[in-house]
T-cell receptor, first 110, second 116 residues
Framework: TQLLEQSPQFLSIQEGENLTVYCNSSSVFSSLQWYRQEPGEGPVLLVTVVTGGEVKKLKRLTFQFGDARKDSSLHITAAQPGDTGLYLCAGRAAGNKLTFGGGTRVLVKP | EAGVAQSPRYKIIEKRQSVAFWCNPISGHATLYWYQQILGQGPKLLIQFQNNGVVDDSQLPKDRFSAERLKGVDSTLKIQPAKLEDSAVYLC??????????????FGQGTRLTVV
């Protein structure tokens, strides 16, 4: 069974601060995706990283895939209340199986 | 483009009763997933279909859960009989093709099941 561990489980910060969420596994994934989920909704894809060492930026969000394709991080610069939500990483393995981490709940206070 | 449709949005049943959830994926999407998301946790894959065939059901509790996708389009997930620990949000997702790395999976809003 491929497991993805996210840390921290919960993060509460003030508007304007930076934050980093980590996603770690002992397994290698062909790609890794980050989703954000808001209450009462399904997860929505933010980014897919495919190549080891890859860095992708999406406005104030920076995503990094580890060189060995076993881990990833999400960094948010100058967080805003609209960034509040549950952040999920998901690894894609053979057969298009998507395995999700436990999620990091982020609260950005105004 | 219409998204993934799920119904009902909410369901409350007593333990030992049966329940069924329905999912209509995005038109043309061959891959369909059912996930169980317990409050405060990430989604856990229950079953994955490719067209009308099962690709992975290794984490489906087959003594009480069943799923089908008879014509390779809509899918239903059934629980019979339900237990208290089945209380969760059941998410359906669909994906365009079997192969390409960057095709995203689109999720429905989910069905929130409460077993009392």
């Amino acid at each position: 069974t491929q497991l993805l561990e996210q840390s921290p489980q919960f993060l509460s910060i003030q508007e304007g601060e930076n934050l980093t969420v980590y996603c770690n596994s002992s397994s290698v994934f062909s790609s890794l995706q980050w989703y954000r989920q808001e209450p009462g909704e399904g997860p929505v894809l933010l980014v897919t990283v495919v190549t080891g060492g890859e860095v992708k930026k999406l406005k104030r969000l920076t995503f990094q895939f580890g060189d060995a394709r076993k881990d990833s991080s999400l960094h948010i610069t100058a967080a805003q209340p609209g960034d509040t939500g549950l952040y999920l990483c998901a690894g894609r393995a053979a057969g298009n199986k998507l395995t999700f981490g436990g999620g990091t709940r982020v609260l950005v206070k105004p | 483009e219409a998204g993934v449709a799920q119904s009902p949005r909410y369901k409350i049943i007593e333990k030992r009763q049966s329940v069924a959830f329905w999912c209509n994926p995005i038109s043309g999407h061959a891959t369909l997933y059912w996930y169980q998301q317990i409050l405060g946790q990430g989604p856990k894959l229950l079953i994955q279909f490719q067209n009308n065939g099962v690709v992975d059901d290794s984490q489906l509790p087959k003594d009480r859960f069943s799923a089908e996708r008879l014509k390779g389009v809509d899918s239903t997930l059934k629980i019979q009989p339900a237990k208290l620990e089945d209380s969760a949000v059941y998410l359906c997702a669909s994906r365009k093709t079997f192969g390409t790395a960057n095709h995203e999976a689109f999720f429905g809003q989910g069905t929130r099941l409460t077993v009392v």
